[in-house]
Every structure is written in C-alpha cells, then in structure tokens.
C-alpha cells in the first residue's frame, strides 16, 4: 500500500538526516517508528505527505510515487493521508466542529467552504465522530478551550474525517500524561482496526510501542536498524536504536 | 584589610552590562534642544507675547455660534461620507495587498510589488495626498475620499501583513494536510487567526479616516474642513467654535460606536461567530468562567 525507496533528506546539504529509508507498510494495523530523538522519525512522517520535501528517493501510496507530484496531484492524494500531530495543530480560534469538517476541505469546492457550506453527509459524520472520540456535546466549544487529550482526539477526527486509506502520527502522545497517552493509542488502534487502515506511528515510548504496535520500526542516525513485531524487540536491539544501556531497568 | 573583591575575582564585578553608547545619545539630544531652541529664537519673551495673543483669541471663541447650522450639517455629513467611503474602500483593497505582502504565505514575486503599494501609500501624509488628487480630479469630496483611500490601504495593509506573518504556522500546515486547496486553507487555517486583529485594525482606521476627513478640506477636497477654514480666514472666532465643538462630537461618537464593535469582535470573534454575536458572547463568559 505504502512503500518507501531509498528515501533520503538532507535540510543541509551533506548532512543527511535520512539515509536511503526503504519500508514497505501494507498490513493493518499500527506500526510504531521508535527512536532516539533526532534521528529523523518525524521528517521521515513529514516525508510521506510532503510538508518535508524529500531530497532523492520514491514514495509509492495507491499506484503514484508522491515524491514527484505537485498542485493538484499532490492535493488529491493528501485527501487520503490523515495526519496527527504532537502538538494537535487545531486551528484555535475555530470550534471542534469547523475543526472537524476542516478534514474535509480537499473535497469541498474553496467558494463553499468560504461560505462554511459543507454537505450534510460530512456534517452528519462528524457528530458520528465526535461520538467515537468521546466528545458528544462538544462541537460549539473552542478548540483553545479544551485540554491537551481533547484536543488530540479531534486531531485524530479531523484526521479520520478525510476517510484516509493511511493514517500518519507524529508523535501523538508525547504533550501527554502517561493516562491519557494511553487512551490515545488505544483511540489510534480502534481506527487502524475497525477502518481496516495501516497506521504509521512515531513515538520516543518504548513500552507504549511494545502495547499497542503491530510492528515495530527501530530508526538510528536516518536509518532503519530494526523491523519486526514487538516480541522480537530485544533489549540488546534497543540498545542498537537508542546507544548505551544505562537507562535500560 | 583584605581586598574583597580579591575573593570573588572569578566572577565579573558588574553584573549588568553598560554601553557608553546610550549615554552619549542622551547628551547629544539634550545639545541638540538647546540648539534647536536657540535656532527658531525661542525666548520667554516670545513665548510671553504668544500667551498675550492666545488668551484674547480664545476670548474671542465663545460663546459659540451655531446660528449658521446648514452649513454646519452639511460640512460634517459631508466629512462622515468621505471616512465611510474611504474605510470602506481602503479596506477591501488593502486584504488582497496586505495577503500578497504576506512572506510567509506568498512567494517573493508576489511580496515585492505588494509592499511597494504599501509604503507608496504610506509614504505621504495624507494632507500631501489629497492636494494631489486635488490637482488630479478637481476639488470636492471625491478627492478627498480617494485620499483617505490610499491612506487606508498603506495602514491597514501594512497592520495585516505583519498579522499574517506573525500567525502559527502549525494550524496552517495541518489544513495544507488534509488536501485543502490554497483558498481553503485560508479561510480555514490564516484568517482565523488573524480575524480579530483585522477589526482591531478596521476600527481604528474608520476612526482615524473621521479625524483626516475633517481635515482634507482645508486643502479643497471636500467636508467641513473647508467651511473652518474659511470661518478662520474671515475671523469668525465663534462659528470657528461652534465647528470645532460638532467635530469633537463627531469624533466621539466614532470613538464610542469603534468601542462597541471591538467588544464584541476581539478576543473571541472567529469568522463565523459574526453571524452569531449571541453565540460569542456566550463563549466569552465561558472563556471567563474558566
């Protein structure tokens, strides 16, 4: 579904913060990218939708290699690439519910949403939403008056009100208590599973990653040093992706 | 007796940086007044005789004459109609020059032409503008909006620039992510951001157009400067009055009704949240009862 080929970024020029990423994700479900702090988990997501330009390599997602499009191209196949950010990115001034139906921008013609005239089917799934995410009542709420893990959940349904065929996560979890951190993944896990959609995850927990992923990918300076289910995650493979063992046990 | 400085000689003795710089500022400006004073000959004597002539010219303001009030009414509608007009115009050209200008949103083709409209139109007061569009388009009120038109758009499409580059990147990118076509992205991730301090702007600019339009006539370009002018060269010190009284009222009553609209907008206006004032409303309380 989604494949990565020799996928390389450098922000400066020979000094690469990717090094030839080559993953094939096409199982449901979540698959976790751990890894030290910059070592290129987040630019590797950006990658994928292209609010990071990659310097060389292909991105291949439903028959396209995304890497080369542009305008309009581009536009169409970010429609199908929900994104969930660390930092929520709702827009703060706008209620839950334009935030919601702002997922559905790349559907609607720009003079309706000018006008916030949007088809009652969207309108009508984004209660539907709401409800799933466990935040019935709130759709004329600010986005500003809301706590860090409401305000994810209507990242994820603004993510999830795109309808995408893949779901990014650029460290969901990380601006979040250890609870509700939990309460997102399995929030993430609901959709990957009941929208039969894969799930591309970055996160710095491993415990987390263990719980919750399908499959684990262990990145170090730009390259991927590991891939496999959790079971397979072994602590001397975690001393691989993050260097040293003091701060194992 | 030991030195105690020697014991701490590690660390710097003067925690605060001081320049030299800032100082030698302060001394030059203070030269420059003294010369400055002594250059227009500025004396106490000058400035006595100045006090002389200023007390039998306001004796001579009141009471203030309001027998000829046509000319009154129609001075100050005419005024009210030229900052309407202006306001009104300034501001729906300056949101497409102020977006161009924007450097964060546009590329450097679009930035460059846009901020040269900006600080032409910011370049002259607007006194100099409107004996242009005097010269240009014949006396009367017409110059005298088009004036205050270009003064608006330097100011307001200025302010708006620097509002859209000062917005959350952030929110943007997120609505770039769901596929959102340029104009989308607009509507949903920039002027939600920026809405608020646009009727900052806005208000203050249909204010300050009221004051320029009182003015603008002195120069031939219509409103109730005109009539002042001619009341002061004909020494009529008490229609003088009487019109300098109207225009203060008029500002005032501008003053209070740009109060009124900046309540209810800023801090917790979104776009649509203007077609439901009620709604806002009730969402500040909420905001306040956290």
Redesign the interface.
């Known amino acids: 579904m989604l494949t990565l080929k020799n996928l390389s970024k450098s922000y400066v020029a020979g000094t690469p913060v990717l090094q030839d990423v080559s993953l094939e994700i096409s199982a449901r479900g979540i698959t976790a990218i751990i890894g030290a702090s910059g070592t290129g988990k987040s630019t590797l997501i950006r990658c994928i939708?292209r609010?990071v330009e990659p310097s060389s390599g292909q991105i291949l997602f439903e028959g396209a290699d995304l890497a080369r499009l542009s305008g309009r191209a581009l536009?169409?196949?970010?429609?199908?690439?929900?994104?969930v950010?660390q930092?929520y990115?709702?827009?703060?001034?706008?209620?839950v519910m334009?935030n919601l139906l702002?997922?559905?921008?790349?559907y609607?013609p720009?003079?309706r949403?000018?006008r916030?005239k949007f088809p009652p089917e969207d309108i009508h799934r984004a209660f539907e939403l709401l409800d799933v995410v466990g935040l019935a009542g709130f759709a004329?709420q600010?986005a500003d008056?809301l706590s860090g893990g409401q305000r994810q959940r209507v990242?994820i349904a603004?993510a999830v009100m795109?309808e995408p065929t893949l779901l990014l996560a650029d460290e969901p979890t990380s601006s979040l208590d250890p609870k509700t951190s939990v309460e997102i993944m399995e929030l993430l896990a609901n959709i990957a599973h009941s929208r039969k959609i894969p799930v591309l995850v970055n996160m710095h927990d491993v415990e987390l990653a263990r719980r919750f992923a399908d499959r684990i990918v262990g990145m170090a300076e730009g390259r991927v040093v590991f891939d496999g289910p959790p079971a397979q995650l072994t602590d001397e493979m975690l001393t691989t992706i993050y260097g040293g063992q003091g701060w194992l046990h | 007796m030991t030195d105690p400085t020697a014991t701490v000689a590690a660390l710097p003795a003067d925690p605060f940086r001081r320049s030299l710089w800032p100082r030698l500022a302060a001394v030059a400006l203070a030269v420059y007044v003294v010369y400055a004073c002594a250059q227009l000959e500025v004396s106490w004597e000058r400035v006595q005789t100045g006090l002389d002539n200023a007390a039998k010219f306001f004796s001579r303001l009141f009471p203030p004459n309001f027998h000829r009030r046509d000319l009154l009414v129609k001075g100050l509608s005419e005024s009210l109609e030229i900052a309407v007009l202006a306001s009104t115009l300034g501001i729906l050209l300056a949101l497409p020059i102020g977006l161009c200008a924007a450097r964060n949103l546009m590329p450097l083709w679009v930035t460059w032409p846009a901020r040269l409209v900006i600080v032409l139109s910011r370049s002259f007061h607007p006194v100099i503008v409107a004996i242009l569009f005097v010269k240009a388009v014949g006396f009367g009120a017409l110059a005298g909006a088009l004036a205050l038109t270009v003064a608006s758009i330097g100011f307001i499409g200025k302010l708006f620039t620097e509002a859209i580059e000062e917005i959350?990147l952030?929110?943007v990118?997120?609505?770039?992510?769901?596929?959102?076509?340029?104009?989308?992205?607009l509507?949903?991730?920039v002027l939600?951001?920026v809405?608020?301090r646009f009727i900052g702007f806005a208000t203050y600019q249909l204010d300050s157009n009221l004051r320029n339009s009182t003015m603008v006539g002195i120069v031939g370009a219509g409103g109730i400067g005109g009539t002042l002018f001619a009341a002061f060269q004909r020494f009529d010190y008490d229609f003088v009055c009487a019109i300098l009284i109207s225009i203060i009222t008029l500002i005032m009553i501008g003053e209070v009704l740009a109060t009124a609209v900046r309540a209810i907008f800023i801090e917790n206006a979104?776009?649509?949240d203007l077609l439901r004032p009620g709604?806002a409303m009730r969402?500040v309380r909420?905001?306040e009862d956290?």
């Open positions: 939708n609010l536009r169409h196949a970010r429609r199908h690439i929900g994104m950010f930092e990115n709702l827009v703060e001034r706008l209620t334009e702002s997922g559905r921008l790349g609607v720009a003079w949403a000018w916030r004329n600010r008056a990242g603004r795109q | 959350s952030k929110q990118e997120a609505i770039r992510a769901t596929g959102a076509p340029f104009a989308s992205v509507a949903f991730g939600p951001q809405f608020s979104t776009l649509p709604a969402r909420h905001a956290d």
